[in-house]
């Protein structure tokens, strides 16, 4: 399966994004997925998953009630809506995918990987 994320920007501190991961090659509903970011000089962190069918969901402490992962099946889509967007936020922000119904956490537990997209949020 290929992704293809989209949507970064920049955006004022406390404002909103979302990002888009398109999934093609494969059927999305057949995968887990993931949100991770990277920030300049530090590590790639988690940020959210999703089960294939969507019904659950699970967020790092760090954007909980601030970030929410959906999908569309039918869209082959997941999405990743920032709200309340801090400056701590920026980063390179990429969708993976592993084949399975549930969602995983860690960068080793996934297969496939999109090209990241840039959010910025200027303080």
């Known amino acids: 399966v290929q992704l293809q994320a989209s949507g970064g920007g920049l955006v004022q501190a406390g404002g909103s994004l979302r990002l888009s991961c398109a999934a093609s090659?494969?059927?999305?509903?057949?995968?887990?997925m993931g949100w991770f970011r990277q920030a300049p000089g530090k590590e790639r962190e988690f940020v959210a998953a999703?089960?294939?069918?969507?019904?659950?969901?699970y967020h790092a402490d760090s954007v909980k009630g601030r970030f929410t992962c959906s999908r569309d099946n039918a869209k082959n889509t997941v999405y990743l809506q920032m709200t309340s967007l801090k400056a701590e936020d920026t980063a390179v922000y990429s969708c993976?995918?592993?084949?399975?119904?549930?969602?995983?956490?860690?960068?080793?537990?996934?297969?496939?990987w999109g090209q990241g997209t840039q959010v910025t949020v200027s303080s």
């Open positions: 090659g494969g059927t999305a509903s057949n995968y887990g």
């Open positions: 999703i089960t294939s069918s969507g019904g659950t969901t």
């Open positions: 993976a995918a592993r084949r399975s119904y549930y969602y995983y956490t860690r960068v080793d537990e996934y297969d496939y």
